[in-house]
Every structure is written in structure tokens, then in C-alpha cells.
């Protein structure tokens, strides 16, 4: 018994040594691509590029979770930017922005104020925002919060109404004392390691994952504890705040164009996108037909469009539009 406890607590501490030496390699490996601003004495990690335009609003990206602002720096960004000013921002505790302390640091509407303090530090005016999945909570939370700060809003597969089920059993061990962190700094690097491409293929699905796609975002930058230890309670928390947010979305005013893809496995369709069309007077919804959870990589030309239409002002085509499979947008 003693050599069997002797074994384990060996391997235990074998990987924990492991788990450090990768956060360190994986720092080094994908270092931060942008800028930071400090906002409420959090540094904000951001990417911007482009130019501004005198008949066009800047646009806004953010991500959705379990990802940084690389998702989008791969996919959208570097085409907007031959026409707009684009920033993609990583959110607070994701990618290289640090992470605020106190018990609203996962609440959409927090981590959408500071992102509306960043924006307006760095000079950014009435942006069209765009949020992906987990963003999508955070850009409604700010069109509810600063309407009048905004040209535009586009949710793209965004996670916006309550949803059924339970969450991942990861998430509760986390969330537990002592017993969180010992996971987090031992277990959550080979297992996050031997799950990714899994979840990458089950993210996307039924579309193809691109070439390289975890290299290319710097995906692994997610196994570090305390940004994996931010994404679990994000997705934990998520809920939580969407249950009074969802109540409200009536009152948002601001040219809305929602993106959805209609075989999402990540975040269905109808139970947000179609619900927060109906709920938003004179949106217009694209509906991609066999599409899954990421659009901006399968059909980046319908988001882009979007994304340019509102940044020029035109008002949004009320009603649902659909997309078949390799069609434009009509």
C-alpha cells in the first residue's frame, strides 16, 4: 500500500511538473500578437488593423469562449481590414488579458463595461460590435447598456437565451475548493491536451476544421489554469446572468443583424438566434442552411457583408433570409 501511495503521489507531482513546464512553453510559443490598454487597473490585450474611414464605423470583434481574439484575427479581420478599422479584443481572463477580481467578473454586462472603457480610451467611437457564441451575451449586454455608443450589433451563433441540462462535470469540480485547483494544475493539461481536437471537430461540425486551426489561434494558451479556471466559470456562470439579461432584449434599439448557422450543435439555432430575432424589432436574421457554429470560417464573405453594411449605416433587411450552401447573400 505504502509503494501504491508512494506511485501515486509520484505521478501526481510528475504531472504537475508537466502541466507547469507546458503553461511556460505555450506562453513562449504564442506570445501576445497586439497591444494591451489598461482599463480599471486590468491590462486588455487587443489587435488592431486597418485604417480609419470617414464613411465608415470601426468594428469590434469578440470572441466566444474556450478561444481568444485568434479565432478572429484567422477568419474576418485581416479581409475587413483592406476597408475598415477593426480591433479584436480578448476577453477578461482569455488569451492574454488579465482577468478582473470579484464575484461579476464572468457577468457579460462587467465584461462588456470594460471593453466600453477600453474603446473609448482608445479613441473608438460608435463601433459596430460584433460577438461570436459566448461573445454574443457580451455584445447584447452592451447594446442593452450603451446604446447610444453603437452603430451596430451583429451575434453571430450567439449564446443568448437560458438553456436546458446540465453543465460539463469539469466545470463543478473547478468551481470546488482546493480540489479545483489540484485539477486545474495537474489533470487539465493532459486531458485538455488528449480532448482538443475532439472539441475543435465538434465545435465546427458538419463543416471541416481549417488547416491548423489550433496552432494558428493559439488554442493551447487555453490549458493555462488561470484562463481555463476563467473559461469554466464563464460557461458555468452563463446562465445565470441570462436569465434576467434575456428578459430585456425588446428594449435594444440599436441595427441588429444576426448570423446563425442552422445545423449549430454548440448553440442551437432556435433556442437563441431565432428567439432573439423575435425579440429585436427590425433585425434581420441570415440563416446559413447546413451550416454549424463558427460562420465567420465557413461563409466569412455573409459576415463580412454584414459586418460592412452596418459599419456604412445601411439599416438592417428585416425579416429572416435564407442561405443555401454556396449561395450569396440575396
Known sequence: MDVLLAAIAAGLLALAFYSAWYAARVAGRFPPRGSFIEVEGVRIHYVEMGVASADAA??????????????????????????????????????????????????????ARLLHEALANLGIERPVLLGH???????????????????????????????????????????????????????????????????????FAPDPVPPRYAERIGLPLLFRPRQFRANSADTRRLRGFLREQSGRYREIRVPTIIVTGNRDR????????????????????????GVGHMPHHVRPDIVIDALSRLARGVPPRAGTHVVEPGAPLR
Open 58 to 111: 470601426p468594428i469590434v470583434l469578440v470572441h466566444g469562449a474556450s478561444g481568444n481574439l485568434g479565432d478572429m484575427v484567422e477568419s474576418i479581420m485581416p479581409e475587413l481590414a483592406k476597408r475598415h478599422r477593426v480591433i479584436a479584443f480578448d476577453r477578461p481572463g482569455h488569451g492574454w488579458s488579465e482577468r478582473p477580481g470579484g464575484e461579476d467578473a464572468s457577468d457579460p454586462a462587467a465584461q
Open 133 to 203: 457564441s459566448w461573445g454574443g451575451a457580451l455584445a447584447t449586454a452592451y447594446a442593452l447598456r450603451f446604446p447610444d455608443d453603437l452603430s451596430g450589433l451583429l451575434v453571430l451563433s450567439g449564446a443568448t437565451h437560458v438553456w436546458e441540462g446540465a453543465d460539463a462535470w469539469y466545470h463543478r469540480i473547478i468551481a470546488t475548493p482546493l480540489v479545483g485547483s489540484l485539477f486545474l494544475h495537474v489533470l487539465m493539461v493532459p486531458g485538455g491536451l488528449m480532448l482538443m481536437e475532439a472539441g475543435i471537430r465538434n465545435n
Open 266 to 289: 454548440t448553440v442551437w439555432a432556435k433556442l437563441h438566434s431565432y428567439a432573439l430575432h423575435d425579440a429585436i424589432a427590425g433585425s434581420e436574421m441570415i440563416k446559413l442552411v
